[in-house]
């Protein structure tokens, strides 16, 4: 049989090794901890899980500020920690994932230490941005930081260097073949170890043109560029097509020689998957091609309102794209960059959106928590960690409220994640939302994620393409409904706050909300629930 490669069509569970699970009473999650809970990931049917980074970082921003790509970080364990976590994953048959950070190191990387104590012009130098000021003493032009502020910061003798992210985060200068070198060392380095592929953190970003030029409108530029900041599509997209810094086309000749790295593991089926924001949206699809990556993440499903025609432009287009390049989708509810589903769009609607989105075909991505319907954690000013956070003065709070640690047990925050005090505060609320409580409780968001993941395993997975059924798209009449069809199972989305009846054959396989009734041979969904049903 010739069966799909294992990524295909996999279920891929995010964890942040820091909010897991806190193996040894200092407040962080830690390497021991994952491994020592796999078997909870294994159970709830996921194929493979991507690690955020672990490795040596002063933790500016979460580990993505790496100072040195090869190593553990003391605070998560060590390398024979790492190798643990992996061979107990391949044992239970879960694939891991790690996150490698290409566009910028941590400051105190000792390249940038190098480069900070050598003269401009120097070799040291050369593997980052180095320039000198304007004649008047100002950064080399006019980009802000995505995280805000400037995006150059000015060393001793007056050059500055570019950060598109935080001060300690100088991005690395992918004209300079060194980098190269350095990044297929550390790619090789890590799938020796016995990783299965990586995620491509800024993916778009590595490659910088004319960087001594200047942008019409930056602040327009980085609002655009964020999330959190609400501006009117038409305006918000214009000035997408502006960015001097992401995709490039040279970032495409650097993921041609990667894959020809992966492809020389000829026994391993090692993957890739990249973080890339770009626009148009057509453009993700060069990502993709036969010689360059696996996957590229779709990134609309973190914003795209609960809305019918919304969620179908969205999955069709995503469709569509991928198609033309003969790559399947991949689709994310939530990460460690943007606000928990449950909480952006309410509990029971994130469970259907879950249901609607896992008998896609493609890649699907659990960011951890998910699993138990978690929301944003509330936190205090003081309790804050993220950059963004420092760098707009506090005016945006940051990535910190979907990266409280994972309730586990107990009656009592932190519920069991740690024996100390956890790095961020686990809210007492959160009590009906552990592992345990929802061990106990048939109707929770944790069983029916695995009831949902085992069913896609047995009825969809490999099934090819979707139908949109006409009906349910179309016109007035259906405006809150959602339907596809896909191998043997109907999947049916309704997106009112009432209860609508639906001419379906077949028993229903799982609903989101609660149980499905027939009525006058109709089955009746109920209000902001997601059903599929098997003919
Ligand atoms: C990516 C990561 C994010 C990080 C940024 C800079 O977007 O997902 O967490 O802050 O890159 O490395
Ligand atoms: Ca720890």
């Not at 049989?1 to 995010?14: C, D, F, L, V």
């Amino acid at each position: 049989m010739n069966s799909a490669p294992w990524w295909k069509e996999a279920t891929i569970y995010q964890i942040y090794p820091r909010s897991f699970f806190d193996s040894n009473g200092d407040g962080e999650g830690d390497l021991t901890g994952i491994t020592a809970n796999l078997d909870y990931v294994k159970k709830l049917g996921v194929d493979a899980i991507w690690l955020s980074p672990f490795y040596t970082s002063p933790n500016k921003d979460g580990g993505y500020d790496v100072a040195n790509p090869r190593d553990v970080d003391p605070r998560f364990g060590n390398l024979a920690d790492a190798k643990k976590l992996i061979d107990r994953a391949h044992e239970l048959g879960l694939r891991v994932l790690a996150d490698i950070v290409p566009n910028h190191f941590s400051d105190q990387h000792e390249w940038f230490q190098a480069a900070l104590n050598s003269p401009a012009g120097s070799i040291e130098r050369s593997r980052f941005h180095f320039y000198d000021a304007r004649p008047d003493g100002t950064p080399p032009n006019n980009w802000i930081s995505l995280f805000g502020g400037p995006s150059w910061t000015q060393v001793d003798d007056g050059q500055y260097y570019l950060h598109l992210f935080d001060s300690s985060q100088p991005d690395l200068n992918w004209d300079n073949p060194e980098v190269h070198a350095d990044f297929e060392k550390t790619l090789r380095f890590w799938i020796e170890l016995g990783v299965d592929g990586f995620r491509i953190d800024v993916a778009h970003g590595l490659v910088k043109e004319d960087v001594l030029a200047n942008h019409p409108d930056p602040q327009g530029l980085s609002n655009a560029l964020r999330l959190d900041v609400a501006m009117d599509t038409e305006k918000r997209n214009a000035l997408l097509l502006t960015v001097p810094y992401f995709d490039r086309q040279g970032v495409h000749e650097i993921y041609r020689k990667w894959r020809k790295i992966f492809d020389s593991y000829e026994d391993r089926e090692i993957m890739a998957v990249a973080e890339a924001w770009v626009h148009p949206p057509v453009n993700a699809t060069r990502y993709v091609r036969a010689d360059e990556l696996h996957q590229v993440f779709n990134f609309d499903l973190l914003t795209a309102e609960f809305k019918a025609d919304v969620l179908f432009d969205v999955i069709e287009r995503s469709i569509a794209l991928n198609a033309t390049v003969n790559a399947l989708p991949t689709w994310a509810l939530s990460n460690h960059d943007s606000p928990r589903v449950a909480s952006r769009i309410g509990s029971e609607q994130a469970r259907a959106l879950a249901l609607f989105v896992f008998a896609l075909p493609g890649s699907t991505y659990v960011f951890a928590g998910q699993e138990l319907g978690l929301p944003d954690g509330e936190l205090e000013d003081s309790d804050r960690a993220d950059p963004t956070f420092f760098r707009t003065n506090g005016e945006i709070k940051g990535r910190d409220g979907a990266r409280v640690p994972l309730p586990w047990k107990g009656d009592s925050t932190p519920f069991g994640f740690s024996t100390g005090k956890p790095w961020l505060p686990i809210s007492q609320d959160w009590k009906p939302l552990t592992v345990e409580s929802q061990e106990l409780d048939p109707k929770s968001s944790l069983h029916l994620y695995r009831n949902a993941l085992e069913l896609r395993t047995k009825h969809l997975t490999g099934k090819g393409g979707i139908t949109w059924l006409e009906s349910a798209h179309h016109g007035e009449k259906s405006e809150n409904l959602l339907s596809y069809s896909r191998g043997e199972v109907t999947v049916v989305l309704n997106l009112a706050d009432s209860a609508a009846e639906c001419e379906i054959s077949g028993r229903a396989l799982i609903v989101s909300g609660c149980v499905i009734d027939s009525h006058d041979g109709k089955k009746v969904i109920p209000a902001r629930s997601c059903a599929w049903f098997v003919a």
